[in-house]
């Protein structure tokens, strides 16, 4: 996906979101708490968020992280360059299902890339699956490397990160809300 094709889904998703729960961009402010001024940026597509700021949005609103990457009903799978971001790569295999409440995606980080994650919505449970190279997964105060066909679940619901301790290293993330 470009970088302006990135700026106009996500666009397009949060406004048809937002326009959907009829909710302006100041009670999207503050149930997201990302600012109106960087909202309204994003709606415009004059921005596009940082992983992070995407994870606040869709906590805040309620969703899915995939809805911002997959046109409704599509099965997938949809791939999601982050511009800001160009050693991760994030193809969603099978967006959000509502009946099993789960999400599944393939991250690939490069140049031994660290992804930092705020804390996602009280509840939620990932998994993670090391496809290729190494990984070392930061969970609160615990840390653990992951090789190839390791996995480990954890609640997703305190800070976390990602590491590729590799050149590159691929993981299957599983994300299951509950």
Same mark, same amino acid.
């Given at each position: 996906?470009?970088?302006?094709?990135?700026?106009?889904?996500?666009?397009?998703?949060?406004?048809?979101?937002?326009?959907?729960? %009829?909710?302006?961009?100041?009670?999207?402010?503050?149930?997201?708490?990302?600012?109106?001024?960087? +909202?309204?940026?994003?709606?415009?597509?004059?921005?596009?968020?940082?992983?992070?700021?995407?994870?606040?949005?869709?906590?805040?609103?309620?969703?899915?992280?995939?809805?911002?990457?997959?046109?409704?009903?599509?099965?997938?799978?949809?791939?999601?360059?982050?511009?800001?971001?160009?050693?991760?790569?994030?193809?969603?295999?099978?967006?959000?299902?509502?009946?099993?409440? +789960? %999400?599944?995606?393939?991250?690939?980080?490069?140049?031994?890339?660290?992804?930092?994650?705020?804390?996602?919505?009280?509840?939620?449970?990932?998994?993670?699956?090391?496809?290729?190279?190494?990984?070392?997964?930061?969970?609160?105060?615990?840390?653990?490397? +992951?090789?190839?066909?390791?996995?480990?679940?954890?609640?997703?619901?305190?800070?976390?990160?990602?590491?590729?301790?590799?050149?590159?290293?691929?993981?299957?993330?599983?994300?299951?809300?509950?």
């Amino acid at each position: 996906m470009s970088a302006d094709l990135f700026r106009e889904t996500i666009a397009n998703r949060l406004k048809s979101c937002r326009k959907s729960k %009829e909710m302006s961009l100041d009670a999207v402010a503050r149930a997201t708490e990302v600012s109106k001024a960087m +909202l309204g940026q994003i709606e415009r597509g004059e921005s596009a968020p940082t992983i992070a700021t995407l994870w606040k949005i869709a906590r805040g609103l309620g969703i899915s992280f995939s809805s911002f990457f997959t046109p409704e009903g599509a099965p997938g799978p949809a791939l999601a360059d982050f511009p800001d971001d160009p050693d991760m790569q994030v193809r969603v295999l099978f967006p959000f299902d509502p009946q099993t409440r +789960l %999400e599944i995606f393939e991250v690939t980080l490069t140049n031994h890339h660290r992804q930092r994650s705020t804390a996602h919505q009280i509840g939620l449970v990932e998994y993670v699956v090391v496809l290729r190279g190494q990984l070392e997964l930061r969970h609160g105060a615990d840390a653990v490397r +992951l090789a190839e066909g390791d996995a480990r679940r954890f609640h997703a619901d305190v800070p976390h990160e990602y590491r590729a301790v590799t050149e590159t290293a691929v993981f299957q993330n599983i994300i299951c809300y509950t």
